[in-house]
């Protein structure tokens, strides 16, 4: 079946580090691959998306590429603020069913 | 105006209780979902209805009773409440049909923190 690990956090950076949250998957066919943010108290948000190999998904400074021969979704940005300080969660969809998700990685950016 | 909302957003209650969570999506969308989020952050689908007809129901006991009026509602019914079922409960919506379009985006609600004493 289908299946999405990420690193496990808490990933603890200070303002304006690089940032990389790790994602592969396991999936039937050739799925969508999606990155969800989860602000304190809210719902999840789609932050970006990538549908076939080789395409970039990108948002609010947020990139990840979808590499199939990887099997990844690697979540990156170059220069993190305290507002991004978030849970990022990984997801795939291979038309078979509805969203799979990862378990999530807190993020804890500080000034 | 709120593409989902669902009410309330706290509901702490005794053990044993019967409650509702209601959801209502003003997007138009076929597909509406519950999914609960524990302690961990840890997400898991519970039901998912496209226009108002059952089409995922995980191994989620069956004191938990999903209800659709129509579309645009999915309102969840908890009976006999129990500790662990302290959690997170998200509604969202989908416009795929049957929520099994592979690049389609779901809306979130804002969550309702469910608390059990």
């Known amino acids: 079946g289908d299946s999405v690990t990420q690193m496990e956090g808490p990933v603890t950076l200070s303002e304006e580090a690089f940032l990389t949250i790790n994602c592969t998957y396991t999936?039937?066919?050739?799925?969508?691959l999606f990155w969800y943010v989860q602000y304190p108290g809210e719902g999840l948000q789609l932050l970006l998306k990538a549908t076939k190999a080789d395409d970039k998904g990108s948002n609010k400074g947020f990139e990840a590429t979808y590499r199939k021969e990887t099997t990844s979704f690697h979540l990156e940005k170059g220069s993190v603020q305290v507002s991004d300080s978030a849970v990022y969660f990984c997801?795939?969809?291979?038309?078979?069913?509805?969203?799979?998700f990862g378990k999530g990685t807190m993020l804890l950016v500080s000034p | 105006d709120t593409a989902v909302s669902q009410t309330p957003k706290y509901l702490v209650t005794q053990m044993g209780n019967d409650k509702s969570i209601k959801c209502e999506q003003n997007?138009?969308?076929?597909?509406m979902y519950w999914y609960k989020q524990d302690s961990k952050k840890f997400l898991k689908i519970m039901f998912s209805?496209?226009?108002?007809?059952?089409?995922i129901n995980e191994t989620v006991p069956n004191r938990f009773s999903p209800k659709s009026p129509d579309k645009a509602h999915l309102n969840l019914h908890i009976n006999s409440l129990e500790l662990g079922d302290s959690a997170v409960y998200f509604c969202?919506?989908?416009?795929?049909?049957?929520?099994?379009?592979?690049?389609?985006?779901?809306?979130f609600g804002s969550g309702t923190q469910l608390s059990v004493l």
């Open positions: 997007l138009g969308h076929d597909t």
């Open positions: 999936a039937t066919g050739y799925p969508s």
């Open positions: 209805y496209n226009n108002k007809e059952l089409i």
């Open positions: 997801a795939l969809n291979s038309g078979y069913s509805t969203l799979t």
């Open positions: 969202a919506s989908s416009q795929g049909p049957r929520g099994r379009g592979r690049s389609e985006k779901l809306f």
